[in-house]
């Protein structure tokens, strides 16, 4: 058992790949299957990484690594009694990863169903730029929460389609705006006990219920809305933003993770960064003072109210 798992990477070695390109020189058609095979593989790795080098998995991952190459050299050094102990282990490891990376799975798997062909017909730019000024128009809402200290919870739906929480809701369709956000949330209206979910760059639903996180090592102190937004944010890819109706702070949740007390510069830094450098790859868009013009308009309306 000790050498079990060597002998399994030599038989796959010889089966494949020398094989593979041992066949090449009687049949040259070979070379264009092989390359393709080569690509797609070096394309699927490419992905995994690069999702779970943005997850918590990461630390885990090289954990793993470290676990499997303890478990080749102790076979090579015919240390026999640490090679069955690594390899029982790692018969029961598949399992383990399962359960382990549960969250980043699903999440994977959901993102392969996603449709992205807008990229092909050149419609990117117009979307990332009616994205971009409703990020604007939801930091200037939660901004202005923030001042009242009115507890807010805005998710902003990306890749994975969440219309099982938007279903929870009451229906809007409305265009995303700081005013009709601020006014959403204000207290003892109906529609201010829940999360306004944007969906396609519109308010799809108000009111929306959202899974709570249930995570043991999330501080007891955070609220009701706060482990909210992390539950939607570990089931999904939604980037969700939440004002804290006792100080008033604004935080993002992302990814399962909560980021505390941002700023207004901090919070449109990482809404742009991950809703759209990430999702249109968008480096040189330089709408720098849109904000300010929003700010203009939403001061302007309030004063004349």
Not at 69 to 91: D, E, F, K, Q, V
Not at 138 to 152: Q, R, Y
Not at 204 to 226: N, Y
Request: proline share 2%.
């Amino acid at each position: 058992m000790g050498n079990a798992v060597g002998n399994n990477w030599i038989n796959a070695y010889n089966k494949n790949i020398l094989k593979g390109f041992q066949n090449l020189g009687q049949n040259p058609f070979n070379l264009v299957t092989t390359i393709l095979d080569i690509v797609i593989v070096l394309f699927l790795l490419y992905c995994f990484i690069k999702i779970v080098k943005e997850s918590r998995a990461w630390q885990l991952i090289k954990g793993i690594a470290f676990f499997i190459i303890a478990t080749w050299i102790s076979g090579l050094l015919n240390l026999n009694i640490l090679n069955s102990i690594l390899t029982g282990i790692m018969n029961w490891g598949v399992i383990a990863i399962i359960v382990i990376f549960q969250p980043e799975l699903r999440r994977a798997l959901e993102q392969l169903g996603t449709n992205k062909f807008t990229r092909f017909f050149g419609l990117d730019s117009d979307i990332a730029t009616k994205t971009k000024e409703d990020i604007y128009k939801v930091v200037i809402a939660a901004t202005e929460l923030s001042k009242t200290k009115t507890g807010a919870l805005i998710v902003i739906e990306r890749d994975i389609n969440i219309q099982d929480i938007i279903s929870t809701g009451v229906p809007m369709n409305s265009e995303v705006s700081p005013q009709l956000l601020v006014n959403i949330f204000q207290p003892k209206t109906p529609l201010h006990d829940g999360a306004v979910v944007i969906s396609n760059n519109k308010i799809a639903a108000a009111a929306c219920v959202l899974p709570l996180a249930d995570d043991l090592d999330i501080s007891k102190e955070l609220g009701t809305r706060h482990r909210a937004a992390i539950g939607i944010s570990k089931q999904s890819d939604s980037i969700v933003v939440v004002v804290s109706e006792e100080t008033g702070k604004m935080s993002v949740a992302k990814d399962g993770t909560l980021i505390a007390d941002v700023r207004e510069d901090v919070l449109k830094k990482i809404l742009i960064s991950n809703i759209i450098t990430k999702r249109f790859a968008e480096k040189n868009i330089n709408n720098s003072g849109t904000i300010s013009k929003f700010k203009q308009k939403f001061n302007k309306k309030n004063g004349e109210k």
